[in-house]
């Protein structure tokens, strides 16, 4: 037995130095927190995937710091959302990345849709795709083929993990399509701090009545409350939607809702939280949040 336990360390050695899992891991840069999800469960262990902006903070705002550029210019894949979310990351791409790395925008390919809305901006376009789950598929089908391209020797198990993460994400929104179907057709309508939910909306079934701010990070007018109030005194389940990201808008739907006699609800859009720590998870609790204000 002596003599077979060094040669059989050996076999595990060389074994382990042949294994992929061991080997250099892949350095996946996202620009925020559902991305940094959506990739994870495409790569799993081949890789280590960070997010720019933490959990629980307001991508509207978010400003890159020298923390930000030493993550780019380590970065082998870099991984942006697009549609004029996080647009501040090609300044930082092109002053830090790698010559060699490869940068994807997931959302390339997609429709946007545009409001013309009632703020005096024009058409709006909505970059938060996601929230249609057909769409975070799409995402992951991106995911796969960008990972697949720096790393081909891992295709096999990169495509075995977001087919079965897609699979998923199907039964994940056809089990949103049926409970969301027992919301009244007459309650189907978002009245939200900002315009986050088109997309959420267009699967759905649901319309998006108004927002209260184009900009998360603009301040509301007078003016902008007061069509609000008009509109939500005309129905009948006074839900207002705000998002658990976005301090700064936390008074003014506070006093909306005491002038209407309303009710505040919390649906996740950029970032995930204490109930939702997943992109699955927010998708469910967004759900459960909407049948408990509208049904």
Known sequence: MKRILPCLVLVLLLGAAASPVSAHKLQVVTTFSILQDLVQQVGGERLEVSSLIPSGMDPHSWEPTPR???????????????????????GLVGGAAQADALVIVVSEGLDVIEHEDSHGHGHQGDPHFWLNVTNAIYYVEQIAQGLTTISPEDASYFRERADSYRQEL???DRWMIEELARIPEENRVIVAYHNAF???AERYGFAVADFLVANPEAEPTPRDLARLVELLRGMS?????????????????QSLAKEVQGEIYTLYSDSFGPEAGSYVEMMKYNTQTLMEALE
């Open 170 to 172: 199907a039964d994940l």
């Open 237 to 253: 389940r006074r839900a207002i939607f705000t998002e658990p990201q976005i301090g700064t808008g936390t008074r003014y739907m």
């Open 68 to 90: 930000d550029a030493r993550a780019v210019a380590n970065a082998d894949l870099i991984i942006a959302n697009g549609g004029g979310f996080d647009d501040w990351l090609f």
């Open 198 to 200: 088109s997309y959420l």
